[in-house]
C-alpha cells in the first residue's frame, strides 16, 4: 500500500529582526541621529540664519558678524565637533534609513506617508545643499575667517548667478521645512508629545516655527540681492580718521578705524 508522504515544509529564510524600543545597536543609532537634528545641527541652523540677517544692516554690520564667530575660542575645534561631523552623521545615516524605508504614499496615502515621504527627500536635498555651500563659502575662493570683510561681497557675487539665487531661496525653503518637521518628530519620538492632542496642537507651533525662519532666511537673501547695497567691495576700505595729538608727543595721531573691529593707533 502507498503511503502518502507529508509534504516538505517550504524553507523560510531569516529576515531582519525587527527594530524594539532599548534592544540593539540601531535603536542607539536612530536616537542619536534624531538628537543631532536638534543639537547641536538645529542650535547651529539657528545661530546661521541670525548671523545672516546681519545682512540686511550692510556689508559692514555682516562682515562684523563673520568676524566675531570666527574670533570665538577654539573656534576650529568646535566647528568641526559640533558642525562638521554631527551633519555628516545626521546626513549620511538619515540617506541609510531613507534606502531602508519604504513610505508607501500609493497604496496607503495618508498625511503620515507623506510627511514621511517629504521628510526624506528634503533631508537629501538639503545635505547636497549644504556640502555644496560649505566647500564654495567656506574653503573656495575668499578665505572669510582671515578676510571677514569680504564676506557680503562673496555672498553677494555667488548669488549674482540666477540659478544659484534659485538654489538658494529653494534650499532655504526646504532646510526651514525640514527642521521644524523634525523637531515635530523629536517631540513625538522621545515622548515630549505623547497624546494625538499634543501632537497637533505641537504641529502648528512647528509650522509657525518653520514659516518664521524661513521668512528669516529668504529677509536675508533679498539683503544680497535686492538693491539697497549694490556692488558690495571684495576688500572694503578702511575708515581713517584725524585725532588730536596726545600732549607728550609731538605731531598728528591717527587710528585707523575699521568697522566691528575696534581702532589702532598709528
Known amino acids: 500500500m502507498a ?20 534592544q540593539g545597536n540601531s535603536y542607539l543609532w536612530h536616537k542619536l541621529h534624531s538628537l543631532l537634528g536638534i543639537i547641536p545641527i538645529g542650535a547651529f541652523l539657528l545661530e546661521h540664519l541670525i548671523s545672516n540677517y546681519e545682512a540686511l544692516k550692510g556689508p559692514a554690520a555682516y562682515g562684523a558678524q563673520v568676524r566675531f564667530l570666527n574670533n570665538l575660542p577654539l573656534v576650529r575645534v568646535l566647528e ?3 558642525i562638521f561631523l554631527p551633519l555628516l552623521y545626521h546626513g549620511i545615516y538619515g540617506i541609510y534609513i531613507w534606502l531602508r524605508g519604504k513610505a508607501n504614499v500609493v497604496y496607503y496615502p495618508w498625511a503620515g506617508n507623506w510627511m514621511y515621504t517629504a ?32 564676506a557680503f561681497w ?8 540666477p540659478w544659484m539665487l534659485a538654489v538658494y531661496v529653494v ?26 492632542r499634543s501632537r497637533k496642537r505641537f504641529g502648528y507651533v512647528c509650522v509657525a516655527f518653520g514659516v518664521l525662519l ?11 540681492v535686492g538693491g539697497k547695497y549694490p556692488n558690495a567691495p ?22 585707523v578705524v575699521v568697522r566691528g573691529a575696534g581702532t589702532a593707533s598709528i
Open 3 to 22: 503511503t502518502a508522504q507529508s509534504p516538505i515544509a517550504p524553507t523560510v529564510r531569516r529576515g531582519v529582526e525587527p527594530l524594539r524600543a532599548g
Open 80 to 82: 568641526w565637533v559640533f
Open 119 to 150: 521628510q526624506r527627500y528634503t533631508g537629501l536635498l538639503a545635505f547636497a545643499y549644504i556640502i555644496q555651500h560649505v566647500i564654495r563659502q567656506r574653503f573656495m575662493g575668499v578665505d572669510l575667517p582671515n578676510h571677514p570683510a569680504a
Open 154 to 161: 562673496k555672498v553677494q557675487h555667488e548669488l549674482s548667478n
Open 171 to 196: 534650499a532655504m525653503i526646504v532646510v526651514c521645512w525640514h527642521f521644524a518637521y523634525g523637531i515635530w518628530l523629536f517631540a513625538a519620538k522621545w515622548g515630549i508629545t505623547p497624546g494625538e
Open 214 to 224: 524661513a521668512a528669516m532666511g529668504l529677509a536675508s537673501i533679498w539683503a544680497f
Open 234 to 255: 571684495e576688500n572694503p576700505p578702511l575708515t581713517v580718521s584725524r585725532m588730536a595729538a596726545p600732549a607728550a608727543i609731538d605731531g598728528p595721531s591717527f587710528a
